[in-house]
């Protein structure tokens, strides 16, 4: 079920990291708290592993696709846990768990090669 494009997914990346940094002012939380830094560093860490991606909209093309959708898995995952491993979840949770399931979707319906030549 693998239906969306390097290129789709590469939109998405560069647009999910933006939707990350901007998160702490969108859910009024502070940039300088758990609950917020996390988005920040998160969206921060996506622009890079996608800036060095082998796919269209990859600046340096160093770290494979299908690594990067291991990334994208595993940041999306560590975001929906981390109201829990960071001790938040009194406070917020649920933008957390859905934008990092929403990750892991995205990945899972990511294709890992391109169609044609980048």
């Keep these: 079920m ?11 990346d560069y647009l999910t990291a ?4 901007l998160c702490p002012q969108l859910f009024d939380l502070s ?15 996506t622009l890079v592993y996608s ?10 093309r160093v770290v494979p696709m299908d ?6 898995i595993f940041s999306g995952l560590f975001l ?3 109201p829990w491993l960071l001790d938040f979840s009194r406070y917020t949770y ?5 934008i990092g399931f ?8 990511s294709r890992s090669r391109p169609k044609g030549p980048i």
């Design 51 to 60: 800036a060095i991606t082998q796919y269209e909209l990859g600046l340096f």
């Design 31 to 45: 940039s300088s708290s758990p609950e917020g830094a996390v988005f920040v560093l998160l969206g921060i860490l």
């Design 2 to 12: 693998r239906f969306l494009s390097t290129k789709m997914h590469g939109i998405l």
């Design 67 to 72: 690594v990067h959708l291991v990334f994208d």
């Design 102 to 109: 929403a990750e892991v979707a995205i990945a899972a319906m």
């Design 18 to 21: 933006v939707l990350l940094i």
């Design 80 to 82: 929906a846990a981390s």
């Design 94 to 98: 649920l933008p957390h768990v859905i």
